[in-house]
């Protein structure tokens, strides 16, 4: 955007974010340092870690920090292991303002240099203009894009124009354990005075067009177990005469679904929701490039062509993808072992009306049916470990005009209205607790690759991201009076 279109306050601001690139680097290269991996229960001090170093930033902030401990989580195999705590903090209680909660997470994916890293995932590395590392873009970026925003009103000794929260976890990778509750418990004290919530964990949908998120969908995570016998056996010995559990399990995550996408498990389309026209008209205005998608993803050929069925597929209809099996063999080499015990692992990203626990039903009904069928004397079990919802909310609130005006001021054109196929997993419940609106400001580009190798947020994105925070905030203060009669989420089933 030309400086001309700027008000004095926002080129000052503006000038200052430039002129502290460095720092705002430096910050985020501290936080990819650590190993906040929460999936793997090994890391779990890497995690708490990493929550008192976000504790401290915050309090550095001037806020008032609050860690607040979950207690325990229970692994599958009876093992407990300590939640991190989520963090609680408030900056500013101005009667005149509104009150912002802004929710982010700083655990991350697990990531290793074997896996096909260009560089040490957890060191942060600039090359040609991209911030290499783990949590680069999901999440650390994109949260200390948010506090250095924050910051830099406090370094100028400008008056805050709204009033700050912050939720900050460290499970969110691990589908957010234990926050439902917390924020259950703090609906009528944290929560009280909240005017909205902001989260920042998304991409866009292209390199280049900035996007807002009014939607996610869910995702219900599966396990399933085969057992057979109490140990391991040998192939040459018992092969041949037994029914072995990995061929179950093999056959069992075949029956899924089909080569073109489509899930096997009856019902599972019933309660799917019918695109709306206003949705349809949003669909047909959205820059998308299928092309450069496919490159981002670094397959040949993707399941569909054009962008209508590519975005209907990624946001309006549930897939359904197979992450791993534990126990079956995965080492480099030959061993010809047939193993007693296997868990396969599989997840259905769900869309509004989808019910979770008909979802579930609809799963477990359809494993003991296919199971059933290859009388197998093996003991099948079918877990759900972990149910988020979708969620969407009303792109019509003030408060997604406001954040369109923060990104045109920055990056000089309007954002896409954009859907994700993605979960925030406490989304919803931040909408059904405050009942007021939840918005998605996505800072990423769609090629920063998370969860995958060499994840990368680009300096432009992330410092243009703090600036479109700090944008947002002015925006925000002009909405003071009119956001407290309009405020109403969207009603999500
Ligand atoms: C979109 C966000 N950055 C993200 O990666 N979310 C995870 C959350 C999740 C879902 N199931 C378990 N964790 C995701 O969408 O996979
Ligand atoms: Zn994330
Ligand atoms: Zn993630």
Known sequence: MSSSCLSALETEIFHYIDAHQ?????????????????????????????????????????????????????LLNGQHLPLPPVILGELGKDPQNLTICFYGHVDVQPAKKEDGWKTDPYILTEINGNLYGRGATDNKGPVLAWINAV????????????????????????????????LEEEKHGFFSDVDYVVISDNLWLSKKKPALIYGTRGNACFSVEVEGGDKDLHSGTFGG???????????????????????????IYDAVAALTDEEKKLHGSIEYDVEEHKNNSGVKKLLY????????????????????????????????????????????????????????????????????????????KVSMPLGAKPWVADVNDPLYKA???????VFGEDPDFIRDGSTIPIART????????????????????????????????????????????LEISKLRGQLHETSKPRTNK
């Not at 910051?151 to 990778?173: H, S």
């Not at 009942?435 to 992330?462: C, F, L, W």
């Open 22 to 74: 460095s720092d705002f680097i430096e910050n985020l290269k501290e936080w990819v340092a650590v190993e906040s991996d929460s999936v793997q229960p090994d890391l779990r001090k890497e995690v708490i870690q990493m929550m008192s170093l976000a504790a401290a930033r915050l309090a550095a902030l001037g806020a008032t920090v609050n860690s607040v401990s979950l207690g325990s989580q229970q």
């Open 151 to 182: 910051e830099t009103f406090r370094a100028l000794k400008i008056a805050m124009p709204v009033n700050f929260k912050f939720v900050i976890e460290g499970m969110e990778e691990a589908g957010s354990l234990g926050l439902e509750k917390l």
């Open 403 to 409: 954040a369109k005006k923060a990104i045109r001021t």
């Open 305 to 380: 062509s054009t962008k209508e069925e590519i975005l209907l597929h990624l946001w309006h209809y549930p897939s359904l993808s197979i992450h791993g099996i534990e126990g079956a063999f995965h080492e480099p080499g030959i061993k010809t072992v047939i193993p007693a015990k296997v868990i396969g692992k599989f997840s259905i990203r769900q869309v509004p009306n989808m019910d979770l626990s008909d979802v579930k039903q609809q799963v477990v009904d359809h494993l003991e049916n296919v199971f059933a069928k290859r009388n197998s004397p093996n003991k099948l």
């Open 430 to 473: 931040f909408q059904t607790i405050t009942q007021k609106t939840v918005i998605m400001i996505p800072i990423g580009a769609a090629d920063d690759g998370e969860h995958s190798q060499n994840e990368k947020i680009s300096r432009r994105n992330y410092i243009e991201g703090i600036k479109v925070f700090a944008a947002f905030f």
């Open 241 to 267: 005469i037994i029914h072995e559990p990995l061929t179950d399990l093999i056959a069992l995550l075949d029956s899924l679904v089909d080569p073109t996408g489509h899930i096997q498990i009856p019902g």
